[in-house]
């Protein structure tokens, strides 16, 4: 992820265009005529060697010719010369390109090696930006910068759109310009050998220009930078998306229910979700949820209050919003007396609020402000119809006017076509998320909830869930490499449960018997009903060989379930080797539910966890819930409480509920294995049986394979697409006064502890930290800096245990800027444990973290006159910096040379 040089690409003051022509219908016409057609101030140098002037521009016979070195260059020659002169930007000291030349790959092998040649080209200069190949081109409203072959300029606006397909890029322009729709970038991304989206959106959160960004989506090929990105953004502006290519023929016959239960589009569900970011399944839902993303303030809460002077459209519009799992308000009774006193006896007395057909403006504007005051009220959809005794400019005019005076989103549907369009335009011009029918309204803003309640995820405070439990890694892992090195792929149930057992989950047993013998023998020993199933390395769905007996009694029973399992097996599978059977004990429970947990390795997002319905009707039901490791307490609860059967779990009908607290555990437990072993393909328990009294897993299978390639080689666990808790930078830190103390990440669950720490710091502290940003600790302030993405930044805690609990006593914060080169830091203890060395500890031990990072400076900012923060930075041999602001110094520490 990098913004370096993005500026020039989207700002540049002087542009060349390689490959500028004099013939119209060229892409080298189109693109010199939309830099000079458009207002773009800047100056703008055609690269012809054949004529001397290029659309009545002096043109240059090469960039080497040119009078200055442009900001940006756009390559519209053919494939074959793109890597020379991408080459030769870099010597010319050119920060951005736009590669718009197709013929790479996307036609094949000799496609391919042309790529490589650009890579190999740019490696040379790490400064160098480049866009495509294979793109549209750049388009930046504000700047009046059309850098493309598509036809006209959008509007300035406040949504940027971001699409790897050319070809959807023309047909957006088209209908953006027909319709009046604003942008503020629109970015074609095309073969995105640099620039992608995590790129830009780390731009363009930045970017005051931009309040929200449509992706349009192909393929991700940096998904932990991707992600990273998009969490990042959607904790303060929206991200809504499309994702092309749901059906995907990779279908194929899974080795298990979690295999075929987790489909490729499911994947890129639960990775959206995790982002926080709003997806969509057609065009006209892109536009409409962007709009009152951009529009409109995120709601409270999912209810919603209608007003309509119609009783058709009302009922169509609370139709669909019920049908998509919408919730309407209810209106309290306070509401229903305001309302009656000024609407006319036989309005509708509920929601939808219809104020009957001949609603003048000011009956309207009643409703509205009544209806918008209403504790129980969350958003508001305003319908008109043009009625003979209606006015929707006027009607339009006073709900612009009550979008001021209320926090609350208000979205209208002005149905109808000429008569409305007057009231359309006032209100566009207000803000106010128009829509030309109740149902598109609903749908639009029901993806306003949807991302209001992932960014609620984004931001909310997981509670402490105990789990603690040893793990032996090492010897977890040396099992599982001895299994590779035989060529096992799919581990017995004997020992895909012993892994599971290693990481604290609760287990039953198998013991295998080769002979009907052994399996009687053991049956005795475990004097209950017994359970055999058939033991096979290549059978994975044991039922469907007839594989699994159950309730077994008695010797003769025993050894018949043997020899019939056996026979089947064999029969059914002759290609398997069937080793004989496991034998467990019979676990029965009256109030037992059977659920699936699952992991999977998806090539793109790697491992994908899934709990569900389980047992054999678990892809029967296809009730369940994916998420990305790793797990905390939020997130492996939220996966329970949308599944279908969750009301199952909660003592449904007098049933006991179980104990949802433990199942979370183990479903933690369940992602830990996952961000540990990246050799492990696919793991199963099915079933899990949940219980009031205990939870078992009953069944389990692990598949091994090589890991897969490492798309983020170099970062910590690089097979998970999302960083997991630093748990190695954890340490003992001995303080002068010869107390110990825990030095440890920072973790979401800290929230509570990280406010009793500035509660106990002074306001002098507190403000040579914070300087004067610094007003109360809110639970908004505290997700900044307990929520993080330890890819991109790291706060080391100070523990202690008091006879009250857990204390937080210090905190070292260190934050990488995005080229990962250097990093900010910053410090703060509580007033009683300064001057202990702490200080000096943690500032050490976050710069043994920024060493392993790579980095080559550490800077930090301090008063002046903070001398004990002085003394620290000293000791550690920072060099000081004045800076503008007299009152504050500059520390700066070199931990390796600076580039060149």
């Not at 659920?595 to 047992?615: K, Q, T, W």
């Amino acid at each position: 992820m990098s913004t370096r040089n993005l500026d020039k690409i989207f700002r540049p003051q002087r542009i060349a265009v390689v490959g500028a022509s004099e013939t119209p219908g060229k892409v080298g016409y189109i693109l010199l005529h939309n830099l000079v057609g458009h207002g773009f101030d800047g100056v703008v140098y055609p690269i012809n060697p054949r004529r001397e002037a290029v659309q009545g521009i002096a043109a240059y016979a090469s960039l080497e010719a040119l009078p200055h070195a442009p900001d940006l260059a756009i390559l519209c020659t053919p494939a074959a010369t793109i890597p020379d002169l991408i080459r030769r930007c870099g010597q010319l000291g050119i920060p951005s390109v736009i590669v718009i030349s197709a013929g790479f790959r996307e036609t094949g092998a000799s496609g391919k090696q042309l790529e490589q040649q650009i890579l190999d080209a740019r490696r040379e200069f790490p400064g160098l930006r480049i866009v495509g190949p294979n793109c549209l081109g750049v388009i930046a409203p504000h700047a009046r910068l059309n850098a493309s072959f598509g036809v006209g300029m959008p509007r300035p606006g406040r949504v940027a759109l971001l699409s790897q397909s050319g070809a959807l890029c023309t047909a957006i322009l088209d209908q953006a310009i027909a319709q009046e729709m604003g942008f503020s970038a629109f970015v074609s991304l095309g073969n995105m050998l640099d620039v992608g989206f995590d790129d830009l959106l780390d731009y363009l959160a930045a970017d005051p220009q931009t309040d929200a960004v449509i992706l349009y989506v192909e393929s991700i090929t940096k998904p932990r930078e991707f992600l990273s990105a998009a969490r990042a953004f959607s904790r303060r502006k929206p991200i809504v998306a499309y994702k092309a290519g749901r059906f995907e023929a990779s279908a194929q016959a899974a080795g298990s229910h979690t295999g075929a239960m987790a489909g490729v589009d499911a994947v890129y569900d639960a990775a959206f979700q995790r982002a926080g970011i709003v997806r969509v399944f057609d065009v006209e839902d892109l536009f409409d949820s962007a709009e009152v993303l951009a529009r409109s303030r995120v709601p409270a809460g999912p209810r919603l209050a209608i007003i309509t002077n119609a009783g058709g459209p009302g009922v169509m519009a609370l139709d669909t919003l019920l049908a998509e799992h919408g919730q309407a308000a209810r209106l309290s009774p306070e509401t229903i007396t305001a309302l009656n006193g000024v609407l006319p006896p036989f309005w509708s007395h509920g929601n939808p609020v219809d104020v009957l057909g001949d609603a003048s403006a000011d009956r309207y504007a009643h409703a509205l402000r009544q209806v918008a005051a209403d504790p129980g009220v969350d958003a508001v959809l305003v319908i008109l119809t043009p009625q003979a005794m209606t006015d929707p400019t006027a009607v339009a005019r006073v709900v612009a006017e009550q979008v001021g005076a209320t926090s609350k989103p208000i979205l209208a549907a002005w149905m109808g076509s000429g008569l409305v369009q007057a009231g359309i335009t006032l209100l566009e011009a207000a803000g106010v998320p128009t829509y030309p029918t109740p149902e598109r309204a609903i749908r639009a803003f029901l993806h306003l909830t949807t991302y209001a309640q992932r960014r609620e995820v984004l931001l909310e405070t997981p509670q402490e869930i105990p789990l603690d439990f040893a793990v032996d890694r090492q010897a977890v892992g040396e099992q599982l490499a001895a299994q590779l090195a035989q060529g096992t792929d799919w581990l017995d149930e004997g020992a895909s449960k012993a892994v599971l057992a290693a990481y604290g989950m609760p287990v039953c047993e198998p013991r295998p018997a080769a002979t009907s013998a052994a399996a009687v023998e053991l049956a005795r020993e475990m004097r209950s009903p017994v359970v055999l199933k058939v033991l096979s390395p290549q059978i994975t769905h044991k039922t469907d060989v007839h594989g699994v007996r159950l309730n077994l009694q008695g010797d003769v029973a025993v050894a018949q379930a043997f020899e019939e399992i056996v026979s089947a097996a064999r029969q059914l599978r002759p290609d398997a080797d069937v080793q004989g059977v496991t034998v467990q004990p019979m676990i029965t429970a009256v109030n037992g539910v059977e659920l699936i947990v699952g992991l999977r390795r998806d090539p793109v997002f790697g491992p994908v966890m899934m709990v569900g319905m389980g047992g054999v009707m678990a892809e029967l039901f296809q009730d369940r819930a994916l998420e990305l490791p790793p797990l905390n307490e939020r997130l492996a609860r939220r996966m329970v409480d949308s599944l279908r059967c969750r009301p199952l779990l909660g003592g449904y009908r007098g049933r006991p509920p179980v104990d949802i607290d433990q199942l979370v555990a183990i479903l933690m437990r369940f992602s830990y294995l996952a961000a540990d072993r990246p050799e492990i393909a696919e793991a199963e328990i099915n079933p899990l049986l949940v219980t009031p009294e205990q939870m078992l897993a009953l069944d389990a299978r692990i598949r091994l394979a090589a890991p897969s390639t490492l798309v983020h080689a170099g970062r910590r666990n690089p097979h998970l697409a999302i960083c997991p808790y630093p748990a190695e930078w954890s340490r003992t830190l001995t303080l002068d006064n010869g107390r110990a103390v825990r030095l440890r990440p920072i973790r979401p669950e800290d929230e509570p502890l990280w406010i009793e720490l500035l509660a106990n710091c002074s306001r002098e502290s507190l403000h040579r930290r914070f300087g004067g940003l610094f007003a109360a600790a809110t639970h908004e302030m505290a997700t900044r800096y307990c929520y993080i993405d330890y890819d991109r930044e790291l706060t080391l805690v100070a523990e202690i245990d008091e006879p009250t609990g857990r204390q937080l006593i210090g905190v070292g914060r260190l934050v990488a800027d995005d080229e990962h080169q250097q990093a900010e830091y910053a410090v703060l203890v509580v007033d009683a444990w300064q001057g202990t060395g702490l200080g000096i500890g943690l500032t050490a031990a976050c710069l043994d973290v920024a060493r392993s990072w790579g980095l080559h400076r550490v800077t930090a900012f301090t008063a002046v006159d903070n001398q004990p923060m002085l003394a620290v930075f000293r000791h550690l041999g920072f060099q000081f910096v004045p800076t503008a602001q007299p009152q504050l110094v500059e520390a700066r520490l070199d931990l390796a040379p600076a580039e060149t």
